[in-house]
């Protein structure tokens, strides 16, 4: 029995880690195009945007909730950023600033439903998700945005995408893709956040147990609220970097992301024996996610059998992170 529990111990702690290992160990003997600089850091590049969206995700699980809304709040955020561009020529600071404070009032809606009136996340969230999503289509009037595109009066839009722009979303910094970098500074700075800061830890009290962090005299109103704030500003980055990758505003864009980004979360419960949501965790759970969608094109797998694998993955995780869990209750 104690060899048994010893190793279902040590299955739940590195068993997440061994497996990215094996995968890409896997799909190295495959391809010998998958084990070269440049094809690990497109992968890291494919992840970037679904890594911030994740974080915001992990950002609301951390004190007990949940945010559908993030994929909506990337579509939205998105062509926000293309037709500032497109259609108003607007400066870049504007372009940066405006979908991010976007992304931050959909958190306030969120937290409005949720903290003040009593909603459950989840249906507060859905609701949310709706309304964004049939916001963003009212906006363009269902019309993804592109450089002097057409417009309903007949006249041609004045703008283009703005080259520094485009940079932040393909460029890169000393050989490495820029949103890679920026990608590793989220995550170190939220890892950080959450593990040395008073914010970070009463976040973590709140999700832990609500009623003894108010009893211990935490504001749990005002912390919850900031989260889905930070969730909503997550999304929105996510939808700034999916403009400036593509060099457009693709409707529906954030669709994908956000069961892209919940399985990355969820498998980050598995990695290090967590067992809850955590910011390290959830970019394991991105890279496990970007490797295997790699690997299985360049296996010339079709693309719509790649999400039977992926769920059989975070099936997998998810049951080795909950049989651990229910035994350690018992």
Known sequence: MSVKKHLLSFTFKYGALAFIG?????????????????NLTDILRSISIVTFVAIGVTI?????????SVGATVSLSTVVTATLMVWYEMPLVVVLIVPIVIGALVGILNALLIVKIRIPDLLATLA?????????????????????MPL??????????????????????????????????????????????????????TGGNEEAARLSGLKVKR???????????????????????IGSGQIDAGAPMLM??????FIG?????????????????????????????????QYYTTDIIKGSVLVLALAVTFIHLNRRKA
């Open 22 to 38: 094996l995968v890409i160990l896997f799909f190295s003997f495959q391809s010998e195009y998958f084990f070269t600089y440049g």
């Open 60 to 68: 609301s699980l951390t004190v007990d909730g949940f945010d559908l």
């Open 128 to 148: 949310v998700m709706y309304i964004v999503n049939g916001i963003h289509k009212t906006y363009t009037k269902g019309y993804s945005i592109y450089n002097n």
């Open 152 to 205: 309903p009066d007949g006249t041609t839009a004045p703008g283009v995408m703005d080259k520094d722009f485009l940079w932040i979303g393909q460029g890169k910094l000393l050989g490495v893709p820029f949103p890679v970098i920026l990608m590793l500074l989220a995550v170190v700075a939220a890892h950080v956040f959450f593990k040395y800061t008073r914010w970070g830890r009463q976040m973590i009290m």
């Open 223 to 245: 912390v919850r609220t900031l989260a889905y704030i930070a969730s909503g500003i997550f999304a929105s980055i996510g939808g700034i970097l999916f403009a400036s990758r």
């Open 260 to 265: 892209e980004s919940v399985a990355a979360v």
């Open 269 to 301: 419960y598995s990695v290090f024996a967590a067992g809850r949501p955590n910011i390290i965790g959830t970019f394991f759970g991105a890279v496990l996610m970007g490797v295997l969608v790699n690997g299985l094109t360049m296996m010339n797998v």
